[in-house]
């Protein structure tokens, strides 16, 4: 049985279907609606009542007046539609329900079922057309022009201004707020764990739920739409933002995306995917050019947008940069061709701050242009010269329309219409001022979320003789600035946390949020040992090392702690420890033979200096963890947790050894030209390529237990009724699949095609979870590096325990980017499967079966 919501059976043909196939038209079959704490998808709701309470239980930041009205369209619009167009196809069970942002299917299910979100984007186009249908040129322009251009800063970091009267015929425009990792500029809301730190943890149920919790602050606070998340991969090991991001890996970095704006989604504010494309390097990145081939484009750095595009983002961010010396924000082929068409995505692009070079951009695909300013001047690209365009004939009053069309589309889509919908009680520019200021409490306990993050990101690299987790230890001694609080000026003491006293808990620039409190490594382990009746003793002073190896002497453990910082803007300049924590290592580890390192950094380091040490017995890598960082570091210290992080870059020997270097020299007025020559080499893909060894892979983590592969069984997906066979039968045959709107992302390309079981086995003394990861080996014929990422599960056992690991593979993860047909197509020859612990300890092998 299935129920039908009033407002979201009656579907026209998409303006911009996805899918070639009518499929994609399927009428909606059941709700998925799946609420934190409890992820049994309440499928197949039998009654109003019980929609209307999933749908104001998404909200608990705002649920008073939210219901199922809330969902559906005027009616109006729905007569104006005709069901007598839709294919009479059945529900296609349990594979890809029609569904809308607010219900996505759990992510237990994320690699058994793609959500199909066409018919609510549908009706989402159904009601931003009858809205915009009244407004006139001037404000059609006003939908995509940020305020700023007028001279007028509102509260948000981008505002949209209100169409007046704001009820009835009119609009109340938009909010944009930053960051990744929560509410930016506000007060009273989470700091949450970075990007780097989320995809750590390899855990799809984290990571929605983090996406989740940013999603229900941003709402609480009144903002429409959250600027994240970042999605750049970690070409070059010093990029300034890549704590941002999720790592080297385009899988790892496209599942993250793809959860995390699930999660955003569900909570109510639209997400939007950025930098699209090719801002991997913060050096000169509002005139440079990446050059990137376009295979590499769309296997590598495309890949956590399309996933974007798929999780039903309403809006993608194009980047600063250039691509092959063309502005990221007036790219016909990134914008029109490969966003729009092939991957159809139906949602809004906005630029970068000041990323926007023309007015003539809007033809190659931007839809609205931020802050709205020439640059960051006077006047703007959209506005009054957008409208001027239109005018005299230059740009089409239909694309303006179309515009403004996917803004308001999106609006809908998130239902910020609803009248329960927070007004802005903040402002992030005038974070002093008491009139716009209501400094409403967002943060629920989401800190617990924060600390588990923390915990499961928190990568353990070496444990010799048992040393953790650590065990009533008499006494323990902590040295390093990272282990205490700030010294000077507490947590927020530099703005947009552009430097880092204390422990690092995010890096900096706009990718930030303000600390409420901020936990330190020095309070939390002290209050722990406490229980133990442990002494402790500390050194904050980094450059002291006489001193810190003195107090070394003789304690139970010594644990050291180094850090690593970046910002937006700038790329680190090397991978060496900060404030000269390689010396304080080596200083520690001379005096004591227990010592432990735990190292706080945006990203790789070289640990070459001290990792083989002989007292060097335990190295804990815990990343950029957010506000609870002491708590979660002192979680795995004493096997509380046990550690399950992997790492999401490979950890080199030498800085040379990395396929990318940050491209130095040049000058703003010239572009520097960036060219991504490695291609598909990027991280561990090159590594394993060339033959060179790592210090540690790509994928890596140990635990406190240990655990055993067996059993591998791959076979084809139950095949279920399709109407797509053709295309499947083609690609079997080594076909390319045909271009379309968004043929790249259309449904039978991404669901299920083989199943891959095997069974994990917990051999060791204590509870643990385990990462397995699927690695698929191309045959030769395909010119890919030996083994690529294309799955991944977390297993938590009991010791004795096995469990069966279930994961589903794509046609899309086993396919290449053929240039010349432009197509996905399988390659010919046998398809490897290495199934292990990280990119370079693989416990299982087997192939695709024919
Ligand atoms: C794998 O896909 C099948 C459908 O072919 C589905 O029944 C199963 O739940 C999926 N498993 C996982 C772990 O997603
Ligand atoms: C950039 O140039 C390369 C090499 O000609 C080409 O393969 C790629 O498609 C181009 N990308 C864009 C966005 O034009
Ligand atoms: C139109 O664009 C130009 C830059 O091309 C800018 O100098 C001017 O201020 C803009 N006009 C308006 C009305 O914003
Ligand atoms: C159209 O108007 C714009 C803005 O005033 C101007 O820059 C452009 O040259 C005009 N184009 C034509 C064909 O008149
Ligand atoms: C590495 O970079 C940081 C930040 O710029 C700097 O403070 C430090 O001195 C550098 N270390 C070395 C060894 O060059
Ligand atoms: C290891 O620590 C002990 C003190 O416990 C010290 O005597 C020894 O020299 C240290 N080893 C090295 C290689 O520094
Ligand atoms: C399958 O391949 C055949 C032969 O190349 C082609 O004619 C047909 O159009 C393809 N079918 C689809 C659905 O793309
Ligand atoms: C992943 O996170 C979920 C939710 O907290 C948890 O239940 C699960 O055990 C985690 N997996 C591992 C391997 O820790």
């Known amino acids: 049985m299935f129920y039908r919501p009033s407002g979201l059976v009656v579907l026209g043909l998409l303006p911009l279907a996805r899918g070639i196939t009518p499929a994609s038209v399927t009428p909606i079959t059941s709700i998925h609606a799946s609420v934190p704490g409890d992820s049994t998808p309440l499928t197949t709701a039998a009654t109003s009542e019980s929609f209307a309470s999933a749908v104001s239980s998404f909200l608990h930041v705002s649920s008073s007046g939210t219901s199922a009205s809330a969902l559906a369209p005027s009616s109006p619009v729905q007569s104006s539609l005709s069901t007598s167009a839709l294919p009479l196809q059945g529900p296609i069970p349990g594979v890809f329900p029609a569904t809308d942002p607010k219900h996505p299917p759990s992510s237990k299910d994320s690699t058994s079922i793609v959500p199909d979100f066409s018919p609510a984007w549908s009706v989402a186009y159904s009601r931003a057309k009858a809205k915009i249908s009244g407004f006139s040129l001037d404000e059609l322009v006003s939908v995509t022009t940020g305020v700023e251009s007028t001279g007028f800063s509102g509260r948000c970091v981008g505002n949209i201004p209100s169409i007046e009267p704001s009820t009835g015929r009119g609009w109340p425009g938009l909010c944009l707020e930053d960051s990744p990792l929560g509410v930016r500029l506000a007060d009273f809301v989470t700091a949450f764990p970075t990007g780097i730190n989320t995809a750590a943890t390899f855990n799809r149920s984290l990571i929605r739920l983090r996406g989740l919790y940013m999603g229900l602050e941003h709402v609480g606070k009144g903002v429409n739409v959250a600027l994240g998340p970042m999605m750049n991969l970690a070409r070059v090991a010093e990029g300034g933002r890549n704590f941002e991001g999720f790592g080297e890996d385009p899988f790892l970095a496209g599942e993250a995306s793809y959860e995390t704006i699930l999660g955003m989604q569900q909570g109510g504010v639209q997400a939007c995917a950025k930098h699209f494309i090719d801002n991997e390097q913060e050096h000169l990145r509002t005139s440079s050019s990446s050059n990137v081939d376009d295979r590499t484009q769309h296997e590598i750095y495309a890949q956590p947008f399309l996933r974007s595009v798929m999780a039903g983002a309403t809006s993608v961010m194009c980047s600063y940069n250039r691509i092959n010396n063309t502005y990221a924000c007036e790219n016909d082929k990134t914008l029109n061709d490969i966003l729009k068409r092939e991957f159809g995505f139906q949602g809004y692009v906005m630029s970068d701050w000041g990323g926007t070079h023309s007015t003539l951009s809007a033809v190659a695909g931007l839809d609205m242009t931020m802050p709205g300013n020439v640059g960051r001047g006077p006047g703007s690209y959209f506005g009054g010269n957008l409208t001027a365009y239109v005018q005299n004939h230059t740009i089409s009053q239909d694309r303006v329309t179309d515009m403004a069309t996917r803004i308001l589309a999106g609006w809908y889509l998130l239902n910020q219409n609803s009248p329960s919908f927070p007004a802005v009680n903040f402002n992030a520019n005038q974070p002093g001022d008491e009139a716009t200021n209501e400094h409403i409490d967002v943060q629920d306990d989401h800190y617990k979320l924060v600390r588990e993050i923390g915990a499961a990101s928190t990568v353990l690299l070496k444990n010799v003789g048992g040393a953790l987790p650590l065990k009533r230890p008499r006494s323990i001694f902590m040295a390093g600035s990272d282990a205490g609080p700030a010294r000077v000026a507490g947590p927020n003491a530099f703005r947009n946390q552009n430097d880092n006293d204390g422990v690092l808990a995010m890096g900096g620039g706009s990718g930030t949020a303000d600390f409420t409190y901020l936990i330190s490594p020095y309070e939390a382990l002290q209050a722990r040992a406490r229980r133990d009746r442990t002494s402790v003793s500390w050194i904050f002073d980094d450059f002291n090392l006489k001193r810190a190896g003195d107090m070394a002497i003789g304690r139970s453990a010594a644990i050291v702690f180094v850090n690593s910082d970046s910002r937006e803007g700038t790329d680190r300049t090397n991978l060496t420890a900060w404030h000269g924590g390689d010396d304080l290592i080596l200083s520690v580890a001379a005096q004591n033979d227990n010592t432990i390192v735990v190292v706080h950094s945006v990203g790789q380091l070289i640990v070459e200096p001290w990792i083989d040490h002989p007292n060097v017995t335990a190295v804990l890598w815990a990343g950029a963890p957010g506000q609870e960082a002491g708590n979660s570091i002192t979680d795995v210290l004493y096997g509380d947790w046990n550690p399950s992080g992997r790492l999401p870059y490979t950890i080199a020997k030498r800085t040379e050894d990395y396929p990318a270097q940050v491209i130095l020299g040049g000058t703003p007025s010239v572009a520097l030209q960036v060219p991504y020559t490695e291609g598909l080499l990027i991280g561990y893909r090159a590594f394993d390529a060339r033959n060179v060894a790592p210090r540690f892979e790509f994928g890596f983590g140990l635990s406190y237990t240990q655990f055993t592969y067996s059993n591998l069984h791959i076979s084809k997906a139950i095949a279920v009724h399709s109407n797509e066979r053709e295309l499947e039968e083609n690609w079997t045959a080594g076909k390319s699949n045909p271009m379309g709107i968004g043929s790249s992302t259309a449904l039978w390309l991404h669901r299920p095609a083989y199943k891959v079981t095997f069974d994990v086995k917990n051999t060791g003394p204590v509870a643990g ?82």
């Open 769 to 850: 979870g385990e990462i397995p990861q699927l690695y698929v080996q191309m045959p030769s014929s395909a010119d890919e590096p030996p083994s690529i990422l294309k799955g991944f599960s977390d297993v938590h056992l009991k010791p004795g325990q096995t469990k069966s690991v279930v994961i589903n593979l794509s046609r899309h993860s086993l396919s290449i980017w053929d240039v010349v047909d432009q197509g996905w197509r399988k390659p010919e020859g046998t398809i490897g499967i290495a199934i292990g612990a990280s990119s370079r300890d693989f416990r299982l092998h087997g192939v695709i079966p024919t």
